[in-house]
């Protein structure tokens, strides 16, 4: 069966400090995958998805990025991180046109 | 108008109760729909997918009415586990516009 896991489960950083998230998938291949942020009280919002190695699609300008250096590797970043970065990041993956299954979830928390 | 709207809640129902929760998409091409649960501070987890002849998971019936562009959940005989939020989704053209309704909270009370 598949898994999905996500990491650090908590983190709590400075404003102006890198991040970086990670996100791995188990039992499939080429997955497409997904990271969202979920503000407090807000809904999901997709940042990033990827159809496969080194394919991203940004969905919203910011100051994050995403890489995918392996098939079911995806990496969520930040040169300076901002205030508002706080959240709920969610990574998600799903077989084509299908449902997404997400992991457990990152909430960062930015002083 | 937002893409997919739902009733934000609470809706707060005795155990034993049946409820409702409707959703609604702009994108008539809108092609797959689903209905996630989110408990508190947790990963959305998949429901059921909505089809368009209407399908049932024990307590669980999700509809799709695509002339009035709305998908439905109703819960029947709710159970204090069932409090949650319920979000609506719905996928147009593929992986590339996948779009959350914000949820309707549900509280179901002893």
């Known amino acids: 069966s598949q898994t999905i896991h996500q990491w650090p489960a908590t983190l709590v950083q400075p404003v102006g400090s890198p991040l970086s998230l990670e996100c791995t998938v188990e039992?499939?291949?080429?997955?497409?995958l997904y990271w969202y942020r979920q503000a407090a009280g807000r809904g999901l919002q997709l940042l990033f998805y990827s159809v496969g190695i080194g394919q991203i699609s940004s969905e919203v300008p910011q100051n994050l990025s995403a890489s995918r250096p392996q098939d079911r590797q995806f990496i969520l970043s930040s040169k300076k991180l901002l205030l508002s970065d706080s959240g709920f990041y969610l990574c998600a993956w799903s077989a084509q046109y299908n449902e997404q299954f997400f992991g457990p979830g990152t909430r960062l928390t930015v002083l | 108008r937002k893409e997919v709207e739902q009733d934000p809640g609470p809706f707060n129902v005795p155990e034993g109760a049946t409820v409702a929760f409707n959703c609604t998409y702009s994108?008539?091409?809108?092609?797959?729909f689903f209905w996630y649960r989110q408990d508190c501070r947790k990963e959305p987890k998949l429901l059921m997918s909505v089809y368009s002849s209407g399908n049932e998971d024990g307590r669980f019936t999700a509809q799709l009415n695509r002339a009035s562009q709305y998908i439905s959940l109703l819960i029947r005989d709710s159970k204090l586990s069932d409090s949650a939020t319920y979000l609506c989704?719905?996928?147009?053209?593929?992986?590339?516009?996948?779009?959350f309704g914000t949820g309707t909270k549900l509280q179901v009370i002893p």
């Open positions: 994108n008539s091409a809108s092609q797959s």
């Open positions: 989704v719905v996928l147009e053209g593929g992986y590339q516009k996948v779009t």
């Open positions: 039992g499939t291949s080429n997955p497409n």
